[in-house]
Every structure is written in C-alpha cells, then in structure tokens.
C-alpha cells in the first residue's frame, strides 16, 4: 500500500516579515526548526497562510527552496503550487520538485473558477507535470470554486494525485468524497475544528492553522486518535477550539500573522489587501494563547 505524504498535522506555515514587508528568513528559518522540534509531522510552504498570493514569483519560488533546505528531509515539506492561471501552476509544480519538495498542494483556480471538467483538465495537467505526489486543495469560501465528490473520484485515478485537503466544511460533501475515494486519496482537514469529524471519517489528518501556535498539543489530536483514544483526541479538539475560533475571527492569516509575531517571528506586517488584526479581536487571541498555555 501506499504510504500517505505525512499522517497526522502538518503546519501551514506563516511567511514572516520584516517591518519593511520583505520576506524575514532569520524569523522563519527559526519557525521551521522550533515546529520540528515540537514534533510536527510535515510542514506546507506558500500556503494560504504563508500569503503565497501577495508574494513574487521570484519570492514564492524562494520560500520553497528555503522550507526544504533548512527542514533538511526531517520532516516532509508540501509547496504550495496552485494558480488561477494553469501555466504557471505547472511551472510552480515543476520547481518544487526540483528543489526536492516532497509533494505539492493545489488549489482550484479561483477568481475565473471552473466547470468541473476544467478543474478536472487542470489538475491533470499539472499531476502530469509532477514528479512528487499532488494534494488537491478545496476551500471553496476563497475560491468560489469546489471540487465535486465525482470529480475528485476521478483525479483520484491518476498516478500522482495522491490526496485532498478539504477546507469545504461541508461534513456532508466529506461523508460522499470518503465513500468514493476510499483507498485512493488521503484526506486531509483544512479545517482545525474538524480534525477529529474528518479523521473519524477515514482522514490521515490535517493541514493546520493552529500547529504555527500549538504544535505538539495539536500533534497531540491525531496521536490521540490515532492510538484509538478516541475519547481523549475529541477532549483535545474541543479544549482549543477558543484558540481556533480566535485564529480564524478575521479572514487568514491575519490572526496567524499575529499569533506568530507575538512569538517572535517577524513582526505583524502584512501585504494589502490584507491589514493588522483589529485591536479588540488581538486581545482575545492573545488570551486565547495564554489559556493554551503560549506565552505571549
């Protein structure tokens, strides 16, 4: 059988900044260890979270080279490839594998969207010009976009389209894609209140939000579960979930952005469109990490 990219939770990772907005690698090559060292299990480079949209090509590429340099195979690193444009998603894809990313993320086109045959065209294209394992990203409340349950089955028979990352928060659409890709595609949850619902479902684990501020106590979940205590890993998903409704208060990676600046990585500077965290919600995020035990 198979062996999935990584079980259990791997951080989307924030990109820190400096005050100027350039890209702060002192800050983030210092991230990169400290999750390892908590005992994440896999780390995702130019996510959402890692603001790939407002990055330059020249950063973007970059930021991948500098994940997979400084993790050092210690843990799997996923590059986040995906673009409304399919192009430049293939040459993304084509240079993470390169620099020896261990799998990439890709996620529906957004803004010109996609009829179900487009994305599944998409996605084939970009697997074929893959030579690591590809993990489809559907979060459609950013895309406008949703893989179909049927159309996931169907890129679920390609060779290099190994797993979804699903942030739809639809449990419903969750129950229909495992009935139909059991054994064919590792799913993850996008979503940190969902990963013990989406592991309950056959899931491997999550790409998580929550790990930049938490690592090990998230790890903590899927061990949890996975050891068949199903019970503790369910008491863990709801002890953090303050933690996480503060994190996901405003659009992400705000919260993130801040979470990890209050650290010690990089400063809360962000690239417009998006803008500091609100002053009242920072407050309660803040309190939030210090009831889990973070101190800021």
Known sequence: MREP???GIATALVTPFYADGTVDYESYGRLIDWQIEQGI?????????????????????EVIRFTVERAAGRVPVIAGTGSNDTAYAIELTRYACEVGADAVLVVTPYYNKATQEGLYRSF???????????????????TGCKISAATAARLAEHPMITGIKEASGDIS???????????????????DDQIVPIMAMGGVGCISVLSNVIPSETVAISDAFFAGDI????????????????LFCEVNPIPAKAATAAMGYGVNVLRLPLTPMEADHEAVLLQRMRDAGVQV
């Open 124 to 142: 084939t294209a970009i697997a074929d010009a893959s030579t690591k394992p590809v993990i489809l990203y559907n979060v459609p409340s950013r």
């Open 173 to 191: 659409h969750i129950v229909e894609l495992a009935s139909l890709v059991a054994g064919k595609l590792d799913i993850y949850s996008g979503n």
């Open 41 to 61: 299990n896999g780390l995702v480079a130019c996510g959402t979270t890692g603001e790939a949209s407002t990055l330059t090509d020249d950063e973007h590429k």
């Open 231 to 246: 019970k503790t890993a369910a008491a863990l998903q709801c002890k953090y979930l303050p933690l996480i409704n503060a």
């Open 5 to 7: 990219v990584f079980k």
